[in-house]
C-alpha cells in the first residue's frame, strides 16, 4: 500500500536558519505530492504540490522538489521566522491508481525561536 | 469564496451518545472527503463521497461510525454509541473532481472529546 515517512521532531531553530524536512513515500503509479501545514488549534493549510517528478512546488519561500528516483520531497526555506513555527505534513494522492485519498506522514513539529 | 465550513467547532460528548459532524464543501465542489487525527498523530482517511453516493469507505470503522452527503445540505458523519477513544479531531475536505483539480482543501475541523 501506499505510506509516507517523515522526519521526527520537533525540530527547533533559531530565526533566519535554514530549514529541511525530509519526506520519502511509497507508491504504485505516480503519485501526486503535497506539503500541509496546520497551526496550533487549526485545520490544514496546502502549502505546496507537485503532480509530476522533477515538479518543483514553491510557495512562500517554501520549495519542494518531486524526486522519484529516490521517492522523495523534502521541504526546504532558506530562512525560517517565528510565524512559521507549526506543524508540517507531507502527503500523497493516487489518483491515477483511483484512490484520491491522501495519505499523511506523522506530521513534524517546527519550533522557531526568535 | 467560503472556504471548507464545518461545525460544530467543539463537541462533547458522554459516552453512549451519538455525536453528528457536519460539512459543507467549498463553493463548486462535489467530493467530500473525511479524515480522522488523534492526539500527536498525522490524519487517517475513513470516507470518500460525493452527492448522494459513497466511493470509498475502506478507512471508516466496520461499527458505529456512517456517513452521508445528501442531494442538498451539507456532508455528516455520525458516530454512534461514542466510546473514550473516539476522541479526535475530524476534518473535512473538499476538492472540484476533476482528473485534473485533485487538491483537498481542508476545513478547521470538530474537536470531539468523548467523557
Known amino acids: 500500500g501506499n505510506s509516507v515517512t517523515q522526519m521526527e521532531g520537533p525540530v527547533t531553530l533559531s530565526e533566519e536558519a535554514f530549514l529541511t524536512i525530509n519526506c520519502t513515500y511509497t507508491?504504485?503509479?505516480?503519485?501526486?505530492l503535497f506539503w500541509y501545514v496546520q497551526y496550533p488549534g487549526e485545520g490544514l493549510q496546502l502549502l505546496l504540490k507537485?503532480?509530476?517528478?522533477?515538479d518543483k512546488g514553491s510557495n512562500k519561500g517554501f520549495e519542494a522538489t518531486y524526486r522519484k528516483e529516490t521517492t522523495s520531497f523534502h521541504l526546504e526555506k532558506g530562512s525560517v521566522q517565528v510565524s512559521d513555527s507549526a506543524v508540517y505534513f507531507c502527503?500523497?494522492?493516487?489518483?491515477?491508481?483511483?484512490?484520491?485519498?491522501?495519505?499523511f506522514g506523522s506530521g513534524t513539529r517546527l519550533q522557531v525561536q526568535p | 469564496n467560503a472556504g471548507v465550513m464545518q461545525n460544530p467547532r467543539h463537541l462533547v460528548r458522554r459516552r453512549g451518545q451519538e455525536a453528528r459532524l457536519r460539512c459543507s464543501p467549498m463553493k463548486g465542489h462535489s467530493h467530500v472527503y473525511w479524515y480522522r487525527q488523534l492526539p500527536e498523530e498525522g490524519l487517517k482517511f475513513m470516507v470518500y463521497l460525493q452527492k448522494e453516493n459513497i466511493i470509498d469507505e475502506s478507512g471508516m470503522p466496520k461499527e458505529r461510525f456512517s456517513a452521508e452527503f445528501p442531494k442538498e445540505g451539507p456532508s455528516i458523519l455520525r458516530i454512534q454509541q461514542v466510546v473514550r477513544g473516539d476522541s479526535a479531531a475530524y476534518f473535512c475536505a473538499s476538492s472540484l473532481g476533476t482528473a485534473t483539480q485533485e487538491t483537498q482543501y481542508f476545513g478547521p475541523g470538530t474537536r470531539l472529546l468523548v467523557l
Open positions: 502527503a500523497l494522492s493516487a489518483m491515477d491508481t483511483g484512490r484520491r485519498a491522501l495519505t
Open positions: 507537485a503532480t509530476k517528478a522533477d
Open positions: 507508491a504504485t503509479g505516480y503519485p501526486s
